[in-house]
């Protein structure tokens, strides 16, 4: 069998179909297998999730997603890893890391295992043209011709095109009569027409944060948050991101409210700052929140709130309210997402309904496979995206006839 793309999904999918005695030739555009692999995590490589449950991923068919999630825990999972040497130690949320924190080492053993099972691995081999043959698949490339009897595509999306990502696999199954979801980009940071952020660059803190599209809320995350010279970033602004990238793909005004200190209640921080006023000591009221904000957030919130007093001993019950108000609910509209460069995943790709859950077969051309991003689903950060490309890989690998193609 041939299979194109040498990412996780390609990976998993040769070791698995070769050790079921498949001869496998697995192509590769990059000069070497798993670069996306190599950079996440900032190296580290956060290889699965202990909780791998479908609330976790997202799809326009959930019902075939929870199907193909069936029976692919994240113990499934870590053997699969195991015996391929890499054992995993669990962090925070259920993140599961390699042992040595190490994408290179995860690569490098993948690729072993490959090498040891006779998987035939080609470099720098772009794939160009795929055709429907009577016996099979023709496949074009930059190296020449290949033919296969079955063949599984596993390209990935258009997220991170400095690694190889692209829509070439999808354009590929679109030509083959496959329907297509429009990918966006997802776990991405979010650009701001305004220019406070700016201001702000740098500046990094918990947060609440809401989404709200054409005046209603969609959802609220709660974790870093990052301002940038463009906008905002942060763990909860990727979390939020998906959603967001979906609205403003309809046309939807978006906008975020943003709580910078989710940890005080509206009431206890205006106690907090009622009880700070000092008027024998009157600081500058910039001086006297820089108590309390980090010192680029001063002038910003102050603009918000509107308050103007020269001074701490100026301060009322009324200003002390709109300080508070704009603390907690600091407003920032989103012009749009960053572009699939800076993206970690993409939403869209093949529609599940034109896949068979159980085998990751094509309904529509037999023989052909889908496993990966390149299908529509993504997860969510922490370890999904992982999760759902050894699951599909494995999936695709079990379901290849074990003939010689």
């Not at 910039?286 to 100026?314: F, N, P, Q, T």
């Not at 869209?348 to 085998?359: A, F, K, M, N, T």
């Amino acid at each position: 069998m041939l299979i194109v793309g040498a990412g996780a999904a390609g990976l998993t999918a040769a070791i698995t179909a070769a050790r079921r005695g498949v001869r496998v030739t697995l192509l590769e555009q990059n000069d070497r297998p798993g670069k996306k692999i190599l950079v996440s995590g900032n190296g580290r490589c956060n290889i699965t999730n202990r909780h791998p449950a479908p609330s976790r991923f997202h799809s326009t068919r959930p019902d075939l997603l929870e199907r193909i999630l069936r029976g692919y825990d994240a113990d499934r999972v870590l053997d699969f890893l195991r015996s391929v040497g890499i054992e995993t130690e669990e962090e925070d949320e259920g993140k599961l890391f390699p042992m040595g924190r190490q994408a290179a080492s995860v690569v490098k053993l993948l690729t072993k295992e490959c090498q040891r099972l006779g998987v035939e691995l080609v470099t720098g081999c772009q794939v160009t043209g795929i055709r429907r043959e009577k016996a099979g698949f023709g496949v074009e490339s930059s190296l020449g011709s290949y033919r296969c009897r079955q063949l599984l595509l596993t390209t990935g999306s258009p997220a991170a095109p400095q690694l190889g990502g692209s829509e070439s696999g999808m354009e590929f199954a679109r030509s083959l009569g496959h329907r297509i979801h429009p990918p966006r980009p997802a776990l991405v940071a979010l650009e701001s027409v305004a220019r406070w952020p700016r201001r702000a660059a740098g500046v990094k803190l918990p947060a609440r944060v809401g989404l709200l599209a054409s005046g209603s809320p969609v959802a609220e995350r709660e974790g870093d948050l990052l301002f940038t010279d463009y906008g905002v970033s942060g763990l909860v602004v990727l979390d939020l991101s998906r959603d967001a990238s979906l609205r403003l793909a309809e046309g939807e005004h978006c906008e975020l409210t943003i709580d910078l200190m989710p940890y005080w209640s509206k009431q206890r921080l205006g106690k907090m700052l009622s009880d700070r006023i000092d008027p024998r000591r009157n600081l500058p009221l910039g001086l006297w929140l820089e108590g309390v904000l980090h010192r680029k957030l001063v002038s910003i919130v102050l603009e918000a709130s509107g308050v103007r007093c020269a001074g701490e001993r100026d301060l009322n019950r009324k200003t002390i309210r709109r300080l508070v108000y704009a603390i907690k609910h600091l407003t920032l509209p989103i012009r749009k997402t960053r572009d699939f460069r800076y993206a970690e995943v993409a939403t869209g790709g093949i529609e599940l309904g034109d896949i068979d859950p159980e085998r990751m077969e094509s309904r529509i051309i037999p023989g052909l496979y889908f496993a990966g991003e390149i299908l529509d689903v993504d997860g969510d950060r922490g370890g999904f995206n992982f999760h759902w490309a050894w699951s599909t890989g494995i999936r695709a690998g079990k379901s290849v006839k074990s003939f010689r193609a």
